[in-house]
């Protein structure tokens, strides 16, 4: 029996690869330090938790509108005014099975064969594969390590063809951590408004931020780019909340329509419950505060730790909660042919994973998480540090 040929190009997740051999190595009774998976270390916050309980008790485990219940869409369009300054309503809002699906059902909907999406490297491992699920084809720009890893208007507008449909930007970045400022969202918004490119606009790390910059919505900044820009956000990262899947679109209302068409035929709806405990998570008032100032905490003790490893740099990361370090000369100084191998090794030998950087489009990189603690996160550079020391020529 054969495969449908949109599957069998797919490439599979690098990060949930690493993580299931990490695993694989703990069941074996290795400690194992994983610093793959991309998710907070805490618990959803109890407010949250009790929201859930009580929309279980009330009942609220039935079908809802496949679009999302209209309390959380309030809820949403709410957030969006206050946090984003931007304006929606209710009918341009979609909850998703989270941001991933958000995303997918976008590209599903947006995508004809041969479409072309132009995704800046280092890129997020689920943006090429789902452009191409719905045949498209992605167009991979390297955004320069000497650039924060950031797009250049001169690279989108040289990128531009008569087959261009869309954009992708994610400010904070997954992997890179690095962020966007407003004047360089301004000159890459008019190069997509001259060229009538819809913009895909991943903020789901945006309460994530450790640095005095100002998280900005590129759909904020003029009515135009509103109507020509997809939000996609969510509660994952916010409010640890990875495992609800619930996440959203935001954008004009005949392409929200015919995702929530879409969804009606896929997912039918949200987890209901999930739904009320995402409610519960944008009414209240309690931030993120703590969270994001344990993180800073974290990446300033690990980025001095990982820079300190000979053959290793490392631009410090605005936002997320990623290390993204190239370890191009430590692989060369090891005598490693690449740094799938490197990785492997390290891995091997040290018990460490972290997520190789080929996976997002930049092979001389490598991707670390800090979302854990910071005994765990110095054992865990001690180690590394110790692995590439060992193996110098």
């Known amino acids: 029996m054969q495969l449908a040929n949109r599957v069998k190009t797919l490439t599979p997740s690098s990060t949930l690869a690493i993580s299931a051999k990490a695993k694989e190595l703990k069941q074996q009774g290795h400690d194992v330090i994983g610093l793959g998976v991309g998710e907070p270390d805490f618990n959803t916050p109890d407010y949250i ?20 219940i209209p309390e959380l869409k309030q809820a949403i369009v709410r957030k969006c005014k206050d946090d984003n300054d931007l304006e929606y309503s209710t009918d341009q809002i979609i909850v998703t099975t989270g ?35 719905a045949g498209g084809q992605p167009v991979f720009l390297n955004a320069e390590e000497a650039n924060d890893f950031k797009l250049t208007p001169e690279e989108l507008e040289n990128a531009i063809t008569d087959k261009t449909k869309a954009v992708i930007i994610n400010s904070p970045s997954n992997p890179t951590g690095m962020m966007y400022n407003k004047e360089e969202l301004e000159k890459l918004g008019e190069i997509c408004l001259k060229h009538n490119i819809v913009i895909v606009s991943d903020e789901i790390y945006e309460k994530l931020i450790y640095t005095n910059d100002e998280h900005v919505s590129i759909g904020a900044l003029s009515n135009e780019l509103k109507e020509q820009t997809i939000l996609i956000n969510g509660v994952s990262k916010s409010h640890a909340m990875t495992g609800w899947r619930i996440g959203y679109a935001a954008g004009p209302t005949y392409i929200i329509k ?20 995402a409610l519960a998570a944008y009414e209240s008032k309690e931030d993120s505060e703590a969270m994001k100032q344990t993180f800073k905490e974290r990446l300033d003790a690990m980025y001095e730790l990982i820079v300190a490893i000979p053959g290793i740099s490392c631009v410090k990361p605005k936002g997320a909660f990623y290390l993204f370090p190239n370890v191009e000369e430590a692989v ?47 054992e865990a550079a001690k180690r590394i540090k110790r692995f590439v020391t060992s193996h110098q020529a």
Not at 100 to 128: C, M, R
Not at 352 to 375: E, K
Request: no cysteine; hydrophobic share 40%; glycine share 6%.
């Open 49 to 68: 938790l009790e929201s859930a309980k009580k929309a279980m008790d009330n009942g609220m485990t039935k079908y809802t509108p496949a679009g999302g």
């Open 99 to 133: 941001a991933k699906h958000a995303l997918y059902t976008l590209f599903q909907v947006l995508l004809n064969e041969g479409d072309e999406v132009i995704v800046p490297a280092p890129y997020w491992v689920s943006y090429p594969e789902q452009i191409k699920l």
């Open 258 to 277: 015919a995702m929530s068409n879409l969804a009606s035929h896929s997912t039918s709806n949200p987890t209901s419950i999930a739904q009320y405990a």
């Open 332 to 378: 060369a100084m090891n005598g490693f042919d690449n740094t799938d191998d490197w990785v492997t090794a390290l891995l091997e030998e040290e018990k460490v994973a972290l997520v190789p950087g080929s996976g997002f489009g930049s092979p001389n990189n490598v991707r670390l998480s800090y979302a854990l603690s910071i005994d765990t996160l110095e």
